[in-house]
């Protein structure tokens, strides 16, 4: 809706005003701290990136898993991410145009979101909050929820898991 | 199973029709009940015990029923009767919620004929009940028995087309559904008795993996005037459910009235304690379902 709003709206105003209109673009930098886990069988863990909105269906921002295994199978344990499944995967079909991606090495793993792409709608101004959930195979699951209020020009939160997740935090601007 | 002295024959059918009231819990527990992807398998053990979930005393061997979310009928594969337990494999083809389910229905029965006394023959359903009583029988007792025990599991989102009621015995119908349980919210479901609202149900929970910890676990609750019932989770887990129009009974004690309430229509025939076919019907529905960790 929002995407298709900006598309008439860059028509319009023709192609001169398609840089400045891009530029204005919401777009969130998110950063994910995958611990560095010292344990005998290691597996990247599955996350799950989404939004929620009072009122609102959960919208998925990005999943990580295996993506490339074959037949879907990287799909059959998607259900363990499970909050995640339950607010919005089950809903989805896989895999996800922008938003399914490939599982991430431990570290700190950057995501530019940017409204209008992928799973990242534009937001208008409101109370949300930002979920992170990951689940590993022979491992545990923890969820980070970053609540914050989107006035329409900046907003930053962050937080941080105690086991399968370290800091989480993002900037929005616009 | 030949009976030869009405005697004895009458004594084997009051076991026969009691068993699911009166001693042991039947269960089916499922390997998974909410699962992703597109092809998926799920493995059900089905047994008869004392302790959920531990199969340590006789299989629930009786063949399930399968209705996939499209409401066609599916397969169960793979059965194999065990010593101990049942077991079989779905295999989850559609998206959505799937109904397996082991409905023992039968009418259990005797009357006199030219002075002799006749058991109904074993698996005589409600259907076939005017063609087996034979003209001129008289003293006809007849207990009916509609044991529902089903469970459910979900491909994908969860979908209602499997808990369409069918108006016969115990059914549930979701206010929550059974595959979207969590144990820090309260799930509702509503009971049916016959196709209409049941009040007054008992409706009795109890966590499973009850061998290692000292007490059951149970939630004892009444459905209201909806036929609804609340139920509040204690934690994450198996939970067996099964709902009785009567009090269900302690264990180890002997039989005991049917209750003639509402939910209990009797039968015609002679009253209580005739030769010991129990009068009235016998209805009930269990279910597992899994509730999550959030």
Redesign the interface.
Request: proline share 6%; aromatic share 6%.
């Given at each position: 809706m929002q995407f298709r709003l900006t598309g008439l709206t860059t028509a319009a105003l023709g192609a001169g005003a398609l840089l400045p209109n891009a530029a204005a673009a919401q777009t969130m930098d998110l950063s994910i701290e995958l611990p560095r886990m010292t344990v005998a069988e290691y597996h990247k863990p599955y996350v799950a990136v989404w939004l929620e909105k009072e009122g609102q269906a959960p919208r998925t921002l990005s999943v990580w898993y295996d993506v490339d295994k074959r037949?879907?199978?990287g799909?059959?344990?998607?259900?363990d991410v499970?909050?995640w499944?339950?607010a919005s995967?089950?809903?989805m079909s896989f895999p996800a145009d922008g938003i399914s991606g490939a599982t991430r090495a431990p570290g700190v793993q950057k995501l530019r979101l940017v409204a209008g792409k992928g799973g990242m709608p534009a937001l208008t101004p409101g109370q949300y909050t930002l979920v992170v959930e990951a689940a590993r195979e022979v491992g545990g699951r923890e969820l980070v929820r970053l609540p914050f209020t989107w006035n329409g020009s900046s907003a930053t939160a962050a937080a941080k898991g105690a086991s399968e997740l370290g800091a989480v935090s993002f900037t929005l601007k616009r | 199973m030949q009976f030869r002295k009405p005697l004895f024959a009458v004594a084997a059918v009051a076991a026969l029709a009691a068993p699911a009231a009166i001693a042991h819990r039947m269960w089916l527990l499922p390997s998974s009940t909410?699962?992703?992807?597109?092809?998926?398998w799920v493995t059900v053990d089905a047994a008869v015990s004392n302790d959920l979930f531990y199969f340590d005393h006789r299989p629930l061997g009786a063949v399930p029923t399968i209705t996939q979310p499209d409401g066609s009928e599916g397969k169960a594969e793979h059965h194999n009767v065990g010593q101990f337990r049942a077991t079989f494999d779905v295999h989850l083809t559609q998206q959505g919620t799937y109904r397996i389910a082991v409905v023992n229905q039968g009418v259990f029965g005797r009357y006199t004929l030219n002075g002799e006394t006749k058991m109904l023959p074993r698996g005589t359903t409600k259907a076939q009940l005017a063609s087996v009583i034979p003209a001129g029988a008289t003293d006809v007792q007849t207990s009916e028995t509609l044991m529902r025990n089903e469970i459910f599991v979900?491909q994908?989102?969860?979908t209602n087309t499997v808990f369409k009621p069918t108006g016969q015995g115990i059914e549930l119908v979701p206010v929550t559904h059974p595959n979207?349980l969590?144990s820090n919210e309260p799930a509702t479901f509503q009971f049916l008795m016959d196709g209409k609202p049941a009040s007054g149900l008992y409706v009795t929970t109890i966590l499973g993996n009850g061998r290692y910890r000292a007490t059951q676990k149970q939630i004892d609750l009444r459905t209201d005037a909806q036929g609804k019932v609340t139920i509040k989770w204690p934690e994450a887990g198996m939970y067996w459910i099964n709902v009785t129009p009567n009090a269900p009974q302690p264990e180890g004690e002997g039989p005991r009235p049917q209750a003639q309430g509402a939910g209990a229509p009797r039968a015609p025939g002679g009253p209580q304690g005739m030769g010991g076919v129990p009068s009235g019907r016998r209805v009930s529905y269990t279910t597992t379902l899994e509730v999550?960790?959030?």
């Open positions: 037949g879907g199978e799909t059959k344990w998607l259900h499970r909050q499944w339950r995967g089950r809903t | 909410v699962v992703s992807g597109n092809d998926n979900t994908g989102a969860p979207d969590v999550l960790a959030p």
